[in-house]
């Protein structure tokens, strides 16, 4: 087992628009919006409904269940917060969102389109949380 | 609906420093150096210049230029967003200035130390959400993941491509094997001199696996081009005008800097075909007529995934297009000339439409017989120029 890394992974960057999502991150919660009015989910959460304009909005939880849509395991460069190769994927969740996470417990080989997935969480700097993703049905 | 544009303006002028991996200068002297190159291949003087365009990524601002050059009265000044996609945007700024009356002689300019300043490709966290209108609001969704370049972003982008139709990271070397062909032969370029084999490419280093290798990314550069655009019956007593026949610039806002994570199928590039319907329509020229075409390759995938979106190929045509040799010397439509930005050099774009206007003067170093039409495309912005 090689050493972790030194520094740990940067917390998420908030946002008047996208709080609502880190902040049910760093309460075990994934989480997409959704309109108050038309009832359109959408993810990266907005301001605005695109098809209704509504204001109104609603948070709610997502199974944390879905596939790999496309992914990238990325070598160079590194940063100090992350332990390398790090694998980024795209999730098309079962409730018809898509999200970049990284997929973990998985050797790098492994990862292919279309995997089934399932949600998990890791720690950030700042002691809280974001959502990751790990191979369905491979255990706690 | 044709192009205001139309060929109603023209590149009267271009100008470049060295390109380098240390200028060892500020990016506004390398601003003001391109720049007077530009006016003196134009015959005009800064007195005349009455409009200034670029990126709104670029560091150099409008008064240390205007006080550099000794330029007089501004009438017209803007920036186009989201850094190397909007490179071809600074002509559909300028152009739309120089036909509506608000500007006569306008400089479109870009100044970068991408390799001794802030690199793009370094891996660094950023701590806010959005700079300078460049889609970089996108990063606080990539920041926690460490996808932090924008290699990182396009590779994404890049794998679903290649699920989709088959490519391999091989298909995308043997565009990058004819890139670094051009390159060895072009004195401005990082790579004069280094052509490399397929089994080159094959061998350098995973940057993003299974889309990029080492030889797949563009070089961070530092340097700076500009370009004099003026109406095109002003152009007839340059030396050496070349017409703009149509800019377009659709689909700069569907994307963020270099990915569309959340479009319905990443397989396609929207944003280009978008661009491309609106750059030949109303235009009277087809894709038959291209003679020559500059096209955005800060990463190989993007090449052979523009022709498609651009319609030159049809969708998973690309990797053979390029196997048959078709972006080479006696293909159907050469292709990046210059080397490219992965071979050349990266001066975020610009340094496309210098070759293309090279090649419609008829002094490239890898030049194209008889090169009359040629395209630039930064994917989500693009032009086409032709000789007068
Ligand atoms: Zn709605």
Redesign the pocket.
Known sequence: MTAGPSVQRPAPILTEDNHTFWEAAREGRLVAQR?G????LRHPPRPM?P????LQREVVDLSGTGVVYSYSILHHPQHPAFSYPVIAVLVDLDEGVRMLSNLVDINAGDVHIGMAVELAFAATGDDGAVPVFKPRGSGP | MSSVISRSTAIVGVGQTEFSKAAGRSETQLASEAILAALVDAGLSAGQVDGLVSYTIDPVEETELVRALGIGEIAFSSRVPYGGGGSQGVLLHAGSAVASGAAEVIVAYRAVKARSGARFGRAEVGTRPTSQHSGSTAMQWCTPYGVLTPGAWMSLNATRYMHTYGVTNEDFGRAVVQLRAYSANNPNSHFYGEPITLEDHQTSRWIAEPSLRLFDCCQETDGAVALVITRSDRAADTPSPVVVAAAAGAGLFEEEIASNHYAPDLAVMDGSAAMARRLFRGSGITRADLDVAMIYDAFSPLLLMQLEGLGLCGPGEAKDFVADGQLGPKGSLPCNTNGGLIGEGYIHGMNLTLEAVRQLRGVSVNQVDDARTALVSASRTGVILQCP
């Open positions: 309109c009015d038309c009832g359109q409904c098809a209704c304009h509504s």
